[in-house]
């Protein structure tokens, strides 16, 4: 089916249990006063349905966050703002989770590693084959700069600024293939000895702002990794950052934007990179988003 780059009987067993969440939640949005969860449920997956509402307010709910990029006024304020967006689920830079330790799995430990690309894997920004998606690449980036209201010339320099900062942390990136060997992404540090990797970025704020619990020690997966980061950093303009916090942030946010920003988002990560040659409904995308964002509670209705 069109709506699809791929299709076989996982898709339709996919597809089917989307039909039963689809009436669990028409349901839920017309009756919100029935349960805690029917409000929930109910409540998120209508405004996700008022495309009406999404289409009048434009950029408007993004706003407050590119405002807040625009206004940093010093490469320090980074790790506050990297932080946030963090909170937010918006991939830059970095990502720090909780994992298992790889020496002693029954315990959590601090696990910093590599991320902050807007293309699907590193080799997409080495390799001469790829020319042809990086050339799309920029001219999705710029687009996007453009419906926030900059000149197509600005727009230009903007997504040329983020293809140039995502190469060089794709250039200390492992790839796929490497990442299969557990010995290449396990490196316990003191954390101490990480933040001596990274000087151009305060991680002490950064954690503070991400409320984490203390710790001494961490696995960093890719060390070489974080220092190409903190080279980035300090090499790439403080106006060239900003301009690829604020790319991350509407990429994260544009397919729940007005149609303007789905559909630019469709075009570029659906229709370029996976061949799906048209947009999934609405009450599919809802559903989606609805079982990743609240599927605990949908399940509980769901069984």
Known sequence: PAQYAVWGRFQQLADRNQEILHQILEDSAKHQDSSPIDEKIGGFYASCMDEAAADKKGDEPVMPDIDRIRA????????????????????VFF????????????????DADQGGLGLPDRSYYLEAKDEQTRKKYVEHVSKMFQLL?????????????VLTLETALAKASLDRVSRRNPHLTHHKMSLVDFEALI?????????????????????VAVPDFFKALNAAIEATSLDDLKSYLIWHDVSNYAPLLSK???????????????????LQPRWKRCVQLTDRSLGEALGQKYV
């Open 72 to 91: 940093i006024k010093d490469k320090s304020d980074l790790a506050a703002e990297v932080a946030q967006l963090h909170h937010q689920g918006v991939s």
């Open 95 to 110: 990502t720090l989770r909780a994992a298992p330790d790889a020496d002693k799995s029954t315990i959590e430990i601090a």
């Open 149 to 161: 209201g900059e000149s197509p010339a600005q727009a230009d320099a903007r997504a040329q600024a």
């Open 199 to 219: 000087p151009n970025f305060n991680f002490k704020a950064y954690l503070a702002d991400r409320h984490a619990p203390e710790f001494s020690s961490m696995n």
């Open 260 to 278: 303007q920003f789905v559909d630019l988002n469709f075009d570029f990560y659906g229709l370029y990179l996976t061949g799906a040659k048209e």
